[in-house]
C-alpha cells in the first residue's frame, strides 16, 4: 500500500442533506493517508455543523469557514492551505454532493506511480438525485495518454467522441501536487472556471492514465447549477461568484459553450497545424458562431458585426474548415436580414 499524502478539495455550500454521505465514503476509503480541506462556503443551512461534526470524529478532516464567495474561492482557499502545509503527494476534487467508492483513492494513487504519469482519472458513474446508481454497460478502458490525448479526451475529439462520460470535469481526477502548485481558479468568471482551471493545469502534463474502475458517483440534482444550461464565457467576463453547491462545467456535452480565450489555451498546446490543432479550432468556430446566434436573438449590433470579422478571420484556410463550418459560411453570405430570421426561429 502506498503511504503517498492526498489532499482532498471538497467545497462545500448548502448541502446538509448530502453531506453526510459524500463524507461518509471518504471515511471508507482504503488509502488511509489523507486529508480533506472542507471549505464551507458561507453555508446558509446546516452544512457548516455537519462538517465539523466530522472534523471532531476524524482529525483527517479540516474545515475552512469563509463568507459565501463561490466555488472557485473556496477551491482556492483549500488549495492556499494546502500549499502551505507542503506535505503532500497528489490532490483530488470531490463535489460535497457526490461520493466516491472505497477505491477512489488508492486506485487512482496506484495507478499514477504505477504508470509514472502526471495525473489520473476514473469512470464516472451518473444518477439522478433520488435514484440508485446504476453502473453503464459501456466505460472507458484503462488506457495511458499522451499529451495529445490527454487534449483529445478532456475535449472529447477524434476516438473519445464515443464515450459519453464527463470529459470536463475537475472532479473525477487526481493530480500531483507539483503539477498544480501556483495555480488558481479564475473567481471572475461565473461558468466554466473548472474548464480553464483545467487548461491552465493541462499545460504542465506530458501524461496521464484512465482508470476503467467508475470509482466516482455524480449526483444530477434538478434546480443544481450543473442542470442548467451555462451561458457563453470569455476571460473578460466577471460577475457574481456561484455557489460552491456543484462545480459548473460550461460545455458538457456542448463544445460551443467553452469560453474563446480558454479555447486558444488549449490550442496553444497542441502542435502548431496539426491535426489535433485544427480540430481545437473547430470548437473555436463554434463558440464564435454561438455568439453570433445569440447576438441576432439579442439583437445586439456591435456584437453581430464583431463576432462576424472574428468568424471570417478563424475560418481561414478554408481547407481546414468542416462541412458544418462551411455551411455557417454559407449562411453568412446571405446576409443580415436572412441570418436575423434564421437564429430566431432555431431559437423557438
Known amino acids: 500500500m502506498s503511504d503517498s499524502r492526498i ?52 482529525d483527517r478532516f479540516r474545515v475552512i469557514h469563509k463568507t459565501n464567495s463561490g466555488v472557485s474561492s473556496a477551491r482556492n482557499a483549500a488549495l492556499d492551505a494546502i500549499e502551505k502545509d507542503g506535505s503532500f503527494d497528489f490532490i483530488a476534487f470531490i463535489d460535497s454532493d457526490d461520493f466516491v467508492a472505497p477505491g ?61 462520460s464527463k470529459k470536463k470535469s475537475i472532479f473525477n481526477k487526481m493530480f500531483s501536487a507539483p503539477s498544480l502548485r501556483g495555480l488558481r481558479f479564475d473567481t471572475r468568471m461565473r ?3 473548472d474548464v480553464r482551471y483545467f487548461a491552465m493545469v493541462s499545460s504542465r502534463m506530458s501524461s496521464a492514465v484512465m482508470v476503467d474502475r467508475p470509482l466516482y458517483f455524480y449526483r444530477v440534482r434538478a ?59 473547430g470548437q473555436l468556430i463554434d463558440a464564435l458562431w454561438k455568439r453570433l446566434k445569440n447576438a441576432y436573438v439579442a439583437n445586439m449590433p456591435h456584437e453581430i458585426d464583431h463576432c462576424k470579422k472574428q ?19 454559407f449562411l453568412l453570405a446571405l446576409g443580415d436580414s436572412f441570418m436575423k430570421k434564421y437564429c430566431l426561429d432555431r431559437k423557438k
Open 191 to 193: 461558468t466554466g472556471e
Open 311 to 329: 468568424l471570417l478571420k478563424e475560418m481561414h484556410p478554408l481547407r481546414h474548415l468542416s462541412v458544418r463550418h462551411y455551411r455557417m459560411r
Open 7 to 58: 489532499a482532498i478539495v471538497i467545497p462545500v455550500y448548502n448541502v446538509e442533506r448530502y453531506l453526510a454521505e459524500c463524507l461518509d465514503s471518504i471515511l471508507k476509503q482504503t488509502h488511509r493517508h489523507f486529508v480533506a480541506f472542507l471549505v464551507n462556503d458561507g453555508s446558509t443551512d446546516g452544512s457548516g455543523a455537519v462538517c465539523d461534526e466530522y472534523a471532531k470524529r476524524d
Open 223 to 281: 434546480g443544481s447549477l450543473m442542470t442548467s444550461r451555462a451561458p457563453d464565457i470569455s476571460a473578460s467576463q466577471t460577475g457574481v461568484p456561484v455557489p460552491a453547491e456543484k462545480t459548473v462545467s460550461p460545455d458538457d456535452g456542448d463544445s460551443t459553450d467553452l469560453g474563446l480565450d480558454t479555447i486558444r489555451l488549449f490550442m496553444n498546446q497542441a502542435k502548431n497545424d496539426s491535426h489535433l490543432y485544427w480540430s481545437i479550432h
Open 104 to 164: 477512489f483513492l488508492s486506485e487512482m494513487v496506484s495507478a499514477i506511480l504505477r504508470e509514472k504519469v502526471d495525473y489520473a482519472l476514473c469512470n464516472t458513474i451518473t444518477f439522478k438525485d433520488g435514484e440508485t446508481p446504476v453502473e453503464r454497460k459501456f466505460r472507458v478502458p484503462y488506457t495511458r495518454l499522451n499529451k495529445d490525448n490527454i487534449l483529445e479526451q478532456y475535449l472529447g475529439l477524434h476516438d473519445w467522441r464515443k464515450y459519453k
